[in-house]
């Protein structure tokens, strides 16, 4: 398994551009987690999907942030517009519910200069 | 989720046992203490968890205090790429399922 794919690995985009980050998690799994991780802030979560419908985004900061997932083998964070305190490291994790061990698995990771 | 307590930092001389300790004094009866670490510039990763018996795996053991107080994560021999920030989490498994990371442990392993 390929493990849980993340794209782009590097974005440097301008304040006030569209980013999309995107996900694919590992095949089988039926819970998604965006995380965004900042050496103030520590990793936190964003928001997570089960069976790809959102169950939790209290995380998301504010409006300019939305997730989604149209099916259960992808799902984007996208930032409209982008701001230079957006910029952070966006990691995406899966997790096959209900087993026994209920471990998460991450992606390697978006990293996200806004400028 | 139950709060949990590590120190900020610890070296380990590598090839020795590191011993990274969790408080977490507010766990509940159905939660269990997983471990995960994150080495630099990478995504966090699974290396294992418990709920009240000691458990061992390929990456390291777990020891749990018969009152669920605290545990103890131990990595046997560890080595230069054992150098990572470990985290300690409580949580109840098959529930939400969101991971709380707190501040961890900066593990520095080294010659």
């Known amino acids: 398994d390929a493990g849980v794919i993340q794209s782009p690995r590097h974005e440097v985009t301008e304040m006030g551009q569209e980013v999309t980050l995107r996900c694919k998690p590992i095949?089988?799994?039926?819970?998604l987690f965006w995380y965004r991780q900042t050496m103030m802030r520590g990793l936190e979560l964003l928001i997570y999907?089960?069976?790809?419908?959102?169950?939790?985004d209290s995380g998301m900061p504010e409006d300019r942030f939305s997730a989604k997932m149209p099916n259960a083998s992808f799902s984007t964070l996208k930032i409209q517009p982008s701001e230079p305190r957006d910029s952070a490291v966006y990691f995406c994790?899966?997790?096959?519910?209900?087993?026994?061990?209920?471990?998460?698995?991450f992606g390697p990771g978006t990293r996200l200069t806004v400028l | 989720d139950a709060k949990t307590t590590q120190p900020p930092s610890m070296d380990c001389a590598e090839g020795r046992a590191a011993n990274l300790p969790c408080n977490h004094s507010?766990?509940?009866?159905?939660?269990?203490v997983y471990w995960y670490r994150q080495i630099h510039s990478q995504g966090p990763q699974y290396i294992i968890h418990?709920?009240?018996n000691n458990e061992t795996n390929e990456m390291a053991s777990l020891i749990i205090t018969e009152d669920r107080k605290s545990s103890t994560l131990i990595l046997p021999h560890a080595t230069l790429r054992d150098t990572a920030v470990y985290y300690c989490?409580?949580?109840?498994?098959?529930?939400?399922?969101?991971?709380?990371f707190g501040t961890g442990t900066r593990l520095q392993v080294t010659l």
């Open positions: 418990g709920l009240k």
């Open positions: 095949s089988g799994h039926n819970s």
């Open positions: 989490i409580v949580r109840v498994p098959g529930t939400a399922s969101k991971l709380t």
């Open positions: 999907f089960n069976n790809n419908v959102p169950i939790d």
């Open positions: 507010t766990i509940s009866g159905n939660e269990y």
């Open positions: 994790a899966s997790i096959q519910l209900a087993t026994s061990t209920d471990t998460q698995y």
